[in-house]
T-cell receptor, first 115, second 113 residues
Framework: NAGVMQNPRHLVRRRGQEARLRCSPM?????VYWYRQLPEEGLKFMVY????????ESGMPKERFSAEFPKEGPSILRIQQVVRGDSAAYFC?????????????FGPGTRLTVT | SQKIEQNSEALNIQEGKTATLTCNYT??????LQWYRQDPGRGPVFLLL?????KEKRKERLKVTFDTTLKQSLFHITASQPADSATYLC????????????FGTGTRLLVSP
């Protein structure tokens, strides 16, 4: 059973470009969470999704950031018009429906660098 | 304001000793507390969960305590090994309709042979 997969592992974007980060949860997991880890800071919750639904996006910046988890395919975190301050590691986690998020299984992360 | 505090300085110990890491929080009322391990360039890995009505939890060489009066959790690794060297994160699990994790900044543990 493959773990949570994220791609790309490293992404370089110039200021003003768009960044798309993908997350494939573990098999059987229908809950997906996105976190951001800035250098020297802890992981910060961004958004919680279930299939086709955004459940909580209280940690998402109001502008330029969006997330989706379609019925088919991976969850996508999209950052439009990236700025230098978006440089960070973005982690996706998943959990099965029966566990309600108590144990979250993390992917290896996508390291976004904005030049 | 709400805060989760873990020692920002690295903890250096010798192999075979017990490592004790601290997590203190203020102005939170977590339902659960979890500990994760994170290696450089990797995602966190779940280690242990302890509920608010549990005082202590053990798993192999790991032990976690949770004192909701002191608002503190202690994480112990007994008979530590160099392979235990990593950053350890505590995370509060808030009951907000779903289990939202709020992470501390982590403590780096270095176990020397």
């Amino acid at each position: 059973n493959a773990g949570v997969m994220q791609n790309p592992r490293h992404l370089v974007r110039r200021r003003g470009q768009e960044a798309r980060l993908r997350c494939s949860p573990m098999k059987g997991h229908s809950h997906v969470y996105w976190y951001r880890q800035l250098p020297e800071e802890g992981l910060k919750f961004m958004v919680y999704l279930q299939k086709e639904n955004i459940i909580d996006e209280s940690g998402m910046p109001k502008e330029r950031f969006s997330a989706e988890f379609p019925k088919e395919g991976p969850s996508i975190l999209r950052i439009q018009q990236v700025v230098r301050g978006d440089s960070a590691a973005y982690f996706c986690a998943s959990s099965p429906p029966s566990r309600g998020g108590y144990e979250q299984y993390f992917g290896p992360g996508t390291r976004l660098t904005v030049t | 304001s709400q805060k989760i505090e873990q020692n920002s300085e690295a903890l250096n110990i010798q192999e075979g000793k017990t490592a004790t890491l601290t997590c203190n929080y203020t102005n939170y009322s977590p339902a659960y507390l979890q500990w994760y391990r994170q290696d450089p360039g990797r995602g966190p890995v779940f280690l242990l969960l302890i509920r608010e009505n549990e005082k202590e939890k053990r798993k192999e060489r790991l032990k976690v305590t949770f004192d909701t009066t002191l608002k503190q959790s202690l994480f112990h690794i007994t008979a530590s090994q160099p392979a235990d060297s990593a950053t350890y994160l505590c995370a509060l699990v808030m009951n907000t309709g779903f289990q939202k994790l709020v992470f501390g900044t982590g403590t780096r543990l270095l176990v020397s042979p």
